[in-house]
């Protein structure tokens, strides 16, 4: 994304996916939910849901809809026939109590979820 806009971007080679933030602009935003709308492909395809521990969104105002049904009505005039093969809605941190019944927040996907809204 930060490409895309035309800063330079370096990795190190000893750098990981692993513990970095991720940064996208996702597909859209509802505002019902303050979920983030990303699918397989975002950039980061499916790994972005579930990898960084930090995920940041910085989108543009206009990809703010009302509902869920907003969003997936969207996404079907965005990409037609050609469906991404996976929609995640990200609202924060997961919760699960698998395990002996003790809650976990995070366990699967970004503990913090950050929106950066443009424009």
Do not use: W
């Not at 790994?47 to 521990?53: A, D």
């Not at 910085?58 to 093969?85: C, F, I, N, T, W």
């Not at 995640?88 to 941190?93: H, L, M, N, W, Y």
């Amino acid at each position: 994304m930060l490409k895309r806009l035309g800063h330079e971007v370096e990795f190190r080679a000893a750098q990981t996916c692993c513990g970095q933030p991720s940064f996208n602009s996702g597909q859209s935003d509802v505002a019902q939910l303050g979920s983030i709308l990303v699918s397989s492909v975002s950039s980061g395809g499916r790994s972005l849901s579930i990898l960084p521990h930090v995920h940041v969104v910085v989108a543009e105002a206009s990809q703010v809809v009302p509902d869920l049904g907003s969003a997936l009505a969207l996404a079907k005039a965005r990409h037609g026939d050609q469906m991404p093969s996976m929609f995640s809605f990200i609202t924060g941190p997961s919760r699960t109590g698998d395990i002996e019944r003790i809650l976990v927040l995070g366990a699967h996907g970004p503990k913090e979820l950050y929106l950066v809204l443009v424009g």
